[in-house]
C-alpha cells in the first residue's frame, strides 16, 4: 500500500504540489481574513471607549484625578493604535509588493490573463483592501487619541486655573472676621468634640502601653536617624582625611544627608501610621490629622537634614554653595522656619476639615500661613544684605545669587498680593510652591554636581576603570574620554529635564505636555486662518528664548568639553559650532511660531509677501548671510587662517553672519563683508596645510669662498629643529655682483606662524658663523667703499 501511494505521488507530483500550494495559499487568507476580523473588531471596541470618553469630558464635570485617569486610558489606546499601525503597515506594503510583480490589469484589448493570476490578484487586492482600512482606521483613532489628550490637558488647566484663582474674602474684609466671629463657637465645640471622642477612643482601644509603644516608635526613629546620619557623615569624612574635600565628595555628603533625614523618619512614621490605622485607635475624621502631623515632621526633618547637608554651617570645608559663614547661618535659619510653617499650615488645614470648620476659618488660616511664609522670607532676605558676601565673593556678585534673591522678592509681592486681594488659594499655592522649587533647584544642581564629577572621577585616564574599559572596548584614549563627556553631557540633561518635570507638575504639566504647543486660553484674535492669542505669543516666546539658550549651551559644551578632545583643526569646529548654531536658531523659530499657531505652510506665505521687501531692501545681507554658509560648507577660508585681503594680512578669528573678522599683526581687526571674500581674490596661505617657508638672502664679499659660506649656512639650517627634513633645506648661489656675492638658504616649518622667529634665529646663527671666519669684516668693508664710490 505504502508502494502504491509513493509511486502515485511521484507520477502526480506536479498536481500534488499545486493542490498543497493551493491549500496553504487558502489557509494563509483564511487566517489573515480572521486576523483582520479580530483587529477590527479591537478598533470598532477602542472607537466606542473613545467616544465615550470624549462624551464624559465634554457633558459632565469632573475633577483632576478623574481627567488623570481618562488621560491615561487614552494613552493606552493610542499606544495600542501605534502598535496595531506599526504590525499592519508592513503587511500592507508586502501585498502591495507582490501586486506590483503581478503588473496591472491587463485592459480589454490585451490578451486575457490565466485563471491563476486572475484568482490571485483578486486575492491579493482583498488583503490589500482590508490592511489599507485597518491601517486608516488605526491612524484615525491615533489622531483621535491626541486630540482627546490634548483636550484633556487643556481642561485640567483651566480646572487648576479656575480653583487657582478662586476669589473669596479678603483677610482685610470684616465680613471675613465677622463670618469667623459668627461660627467661632461652633467651630470650638466641634474641635472639643472631636479632641474628646478621639482621646476616649484612644485610650479605650490602646491604652497605656499602646501609647508607650507609639512614643517609643516615634522616639527610636528619632534615635535612628541621628545615628545612622552621625555614622555616614564619619564615614565620608575619613575618606577626606588628608586634604580639603573634592566637589563630588561634598555633593555625595550632602545627598546622604538629606536622604538619611527623610528615608528613616518616612518608614518609621508609615510603620506607626499602618499600626494605628491596623488597631483603628483613632475616629475615621481624625487618622488624616494624624497622617498630616506625621508627615510633617518626616517634611520638616527632611528641609532640616537637605539644609545641613548643603550649607554644613558647622563645617564650612563640606558645604556645596559658595557662602560664607554668615550666609549659610541665616540662609539655613529661613529653611528650617518656612518648613515649620508649612508643615503647621497642613496640620490646621487638616484640624479644618476634620471638625468641618467655617469657610471664613479656612480662608484665614490659609491666607495668614501663607503671610508668615512672606514675612519669613521677608526678614531673611532683608537680613541677608548683599554687603554681608563680602567674606565670600568680595566685590563681585554672583548670578546665581542675584537671581535667588530677586525669585525671592517676587514670591513674596505674589504671596502677599494674593493673600490681601482675596486669593488663598493662590496665596497657599505661591507658598507651596517658594518651598518646591528650591528643593527641586538645589537637587537638580547637586544631581549635576555629581553627574559631571562621577564620570570625571571613574573615567579619568589614570584610573583602574579607564584602563580596564579601553583594554576591553579596544578604543583610544581621546575616543572614549569623548564618549564619557558624552554620556556625561546627557546624563545632566536628564537630571535638568527631570527637575524641570518635576516643577511643572503642580502646575498640571504633565511629561507629555512639555512636548506639545499650548493652545491660545484666554483672549485671542484671527487674522485670516491664523489665530493669536496673548499667551500663545509669550510662549512662542519663552520657547525661542529656551531654543536659544539650549543651543547657546550646547555650543558651549561642544567648544570646552567635547572638541578639544578631537583630533579636528580649529577651522573647522569653528564651522561646527557656528553651524549649529544657526541650526539651533532655524528650530527654536520654526518650535515658536508652531506654539503661535503658524505652521510652515503659512510661514511660507508670509516670506512670499516677504520676499520682494528682501530683494530690493535686504539684498547686501542676505547675500552676506549666503556667502557665509558657502564660506562654513566649502571651507575655503577657515577660523586661524592666514589670510591677505588686497594690502592686509591677519588670521581669520571669526565667521560671522554678515562679515568675517580678520585680525592682522598690529592687532587691528579687519571686518570684511562675507560677499567680498567669496566673490573676490583672496590669498590663503595655509589652505592645503599650515606649512611655512623660510627664505633668507646672505650677502658676503666677493672674495669669500663660496664653499665656506656654503658649509657654514648648511649647517646653521641643519642645527635648527624647526625646519623640516623633507623637504629638506638648501643653499643655493643666487648672484656674483661686482663686490658682493649673494647667497640664499631655503627651508620649510611645520606651522607658518613660526616662519618670522625662525627666520630671526637663522640670522643670529649664520651672521656669528660668518664673523668667527672674518667674513662679516670683509663684507663691511666692501660695503663702506661701495659707499664712497657712489658719492
Known sequence: MAALIVSFLRQHRFFVFTLLALALVSWYAAVNAQDQTNIRAQLDALRLELDGIEAVITSRPMGDSAFQEKRQRVEAIAQAMKTITDEQSPRAEAIRSRLKELGPKPDDKAPPESPDISKEREEREKALKEFDDTVKLARTLSVQADQLQTAISDKR?????????????????????????????????????????TIERAVDRAGLLGGLLIALGLGFTAFATMLARRHVIAMIERSTRFGNPTRLQRALRAVAVGAIGFVIPFFGIFAIEQAVDGAALLPNRVEPVMVAVLRAAVFISFIGSLAGGILATAKPEWRVLPLGDRQAEKLAAIARRIALIIATGRVIESINQAIVAGLGLSVLSKSLIALLVAATLTIGLYRLKPEDRGDAFGDQRPFWIVIARLFGWVMVVGISISAFFGYPVLASFLADQLVTIVILTVLTYIGRQIAEDSFDYLMSPSTKTFRSIQSASGLSRPALEQITVILSGVLQLLVLGLGVTLALAPWRVDSGDILLPLKAVIFGFTIGEVTISFGAAFFAIILFGAGILLTRGLQRWLTQNYLPRTHLDSGLRNSIVTGIGYTGFIVAAAVSLSGLGLSLE?????AGALSVGIGFGLQSIVNNFVSGLILLWERAIRVGDWVAVGAEEGHVKRINVRATEIETFDRSVLIVPNSSLVSGVVKNRVHNDRTGRVVISVPVSRDADPDLVHRLMSEAAQANSKLLRDPAPHVQYKKLGETVKEFELTGFVAEVDDAGRVSSDLLFVIDRALRAYGLGEILSRTLMVNEEKSK
Open 157 to 197: 488647566r483651566a480646572l487648576f486655573t479656575q480653583q487657582l484663582f478662586s476669589q473669596s474674602a479678603s483677610v482685610l474684609s470684616p465680613g471675613l472676621w465677622s463670618d469667623i466671629g459668627f461660627n467661632f463657637s461652633h467651630d470650638v465645640r466641634a474641635l472639643g468634640i472631636v479632641a474628646r471622642d
Open 602 to 606: 503659512k510661514v511660507a506665505i508670509v
